[in-house]
């Protein structure tokens, strides 16, 4: 099977998501997390991209 490209752009926006999220928390306590609703805010944004483009992944692949 081979990727079409949507689910090539697909999987790149889902790996940058994923990538930005360990960025954003990298030297975060879960304490320090908790306290910083900015944050909070930009992983969950992150999140949101990842599911948007996980369901944009086409049934063959």
């Given amino acids: 099977m081979q ?4 689910d090539v752009g697909s999987l790149w926006d ?7 999220v ?6 975060l306590t ?3 997390y908790l306290d910083n609703i900015l944050v909070q805010s930009a992983v ?3 999140l949101e991209i ?7 992944l086409s049934n063959e692949f």
């Fill in 50 to 56: 990842l599911g948007e483009a996980a369901r944009r």
């Fill in 22 to 27: 360990q960025e954003f928390t990298a030297s």
């Fill in 30 to 32: 879960y304490e320090a």
């Fill in 14 to 20: 889902m790996v940058s998501a994923i990538r930005r």
């Fill in 44 to 46: 969950e944004r992150q």
């Fill in 3 to 6: 990727a079409n490209n949507r």
